[in-house]
């Protein structure tokens, strides 16, 4: 029996990618093979996709459209989609592209396998949406891209409701998972190699509201670091309404929790903040910063930041652009507002015109550049332990230099050292330069801490590898690897 290939197409968010790790898993356990990136077309495409930004379906049925004559032509192939838009557009999506065999939404992603079995022997397409968790993403087989990072999602769904966000519609209300289970998944982990993982909810500050315990987060903070071999921890995203002192003091007082915070503002102006149903202003968002600095004064803060919500004046944007400059952030994800079909916010009055928006947008841009720069200017000659990446480095010297991150998450590129090293070894590095979105450590290396991390990545990669004179090759595509922060994001960075 000739075995079935998969391929899967994720778009959106860090919880997307993390549910593509599962449906990997499933697909995996079910007896198919990921096919190879070459591959013309795999038996079974998978797309995972994302509700969030504006034109998000014509993508979806663009990326179908072109697979119609693929399907067509090879019979057997099967088509899924799943995630936010499916949630969304429910049988709306076999209308338009008939060619579908399988919609299945953000709560019933364990059901992947059945479906597309149950459409191959019915021979008609599989409309499945549940309107309630079925079960954990994190509890179904997963088949992670990273072999020393790791996410661990601690809850799903939000109880908050942003005005100009879709995402409690489509993952519906904050559910948490057991801090029993949590940390059983993350010491499993460690024991398979993971160094660093990053903790990831909606809104990861309001864990606890489902199981009642208002200080669940630090608690959580606080048991990962007694997880023996559990290098780095991360989270992402907190809200600044339910920040609590006590994280603070968690974060400062756990050494494996990194001296970093993804911490999204959306606007400075508390007249936007409250038109946007975000139920914090710009004193309490500065307060937090500045505990933060306090308990940790080598933390690296960044952001996600709004520009042009509806009735945003040109004195709303002065404030965010205050609140740019007294928080200094290390690095800030802004988007132009546009609208999200289902969204309050969509609807408002004083939508505003694209020009305004562009050009807020680009000064808003210059200034965060200036302050990324002038933040990454104090790094220089500081030495820092670097957790060697996999597909972040720089495509044109590969073979000279190696990349990786910094405890507080910046992107640090450094001289390949003289002994072998594997993504997730450690490597110190005294640092040269700064630019704006990276730091350079162009001298010699410290010496190469090899970790299990790097033991799991090279078993995981056993198959021949091309050996430079240092070691083995690097470049495999980092997929997975909780590192960087949001890249297809139009809310929190966690939506
Ligand atoms: S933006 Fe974040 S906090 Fe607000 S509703 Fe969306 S997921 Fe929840």
Known sequence: ?????????????????????????????????RAPKDADA??????????????????????????????????????????????????TIVRKAPWVDVVFGTHNVGKLPVLLERARVQEEAQVEIAESLEAFPSTLPTRRES????????????????????????????????????????????AEGVTEVTLLGQNVNAYGSDIGDREAFSKLLRACGKIEGLERVRFTSPHPRDFT?????????????????????????SRVLKSMRRSYRQERFLSIIE????????????TDIIVGFPGETEEDFQETLHVVREARFAQAFTFQYSKRPGTPAAEMDGQIPKQVVQERYERLVALQEEISWEENKKQVGRTVEVLVAEGEGRKDDST?????????NRLVHFTRP????????????????????HLLAEGTPGPVRRTRAGDA???????PQEETPQGVMLGLPTVGAPAPLPADTGGCSAC
């Open 245 to 269: 002192d006590d994280v603070i003091a968690a974060m400062a007082e756990t050494p494996n929790v990194m001296p970093q915070l993804h911490m999204p503002l959306q606007s400075g102006s």
């Open 400 to 408: 000279r230099r190696l990349s990786g991150r910094a405890p507080d």
């Open 42 to 91: 795999a038996d079974v495409v998978v797309f995972n996709t994302c509700a969030v930004r504006e034109n998000a379906d014509n993508r979806l049925y663009g990326n179908l459209g072109q697979l119609a004559p693929k399907k067509a032509s090879r019979p057997g192939m099967q088509i899924a989609v799943g995630g936010c838009l499916a949630q969304k557009d429910r049988d």
């Open 291 to 302: 505990k933060v600095r306090a308990a940790m004064p080598d933390a690296a803060v960044s």
């Open 457 to 463: 990545w090279e078993m995981r990669n056993a198959q």
């Open 418 to 437: 003289e002994e072998p090293v594997r993504p997730g070894d450690m490597v110190s590095v005294e640092v040269t330069y700064a630019a704006p979105h």
């Open 147 to 190: 072999a020393y990072a790791a996410w661990v999602s601690i809850s799903v769904g939000c109880n908050n409701t942003c005005t100009f966000c879709i995402v409690p519609q489509l993952r519906g209300k904050e559910k948490d998972r057991r801090p029993g289970d949590i940390l059983a998944e993350v010491e499993a982990l460690v």
């Open 1 to 33: 029996m000739t075995v079935k290939t998969y391929e899967l197409r994720t778009f959106g968010c860090q919880m997307n990618v993390h549910d593509s790790e599962r449906m990997a898993g499933l697909l995996e356990d079910a007896g198919y093979v």
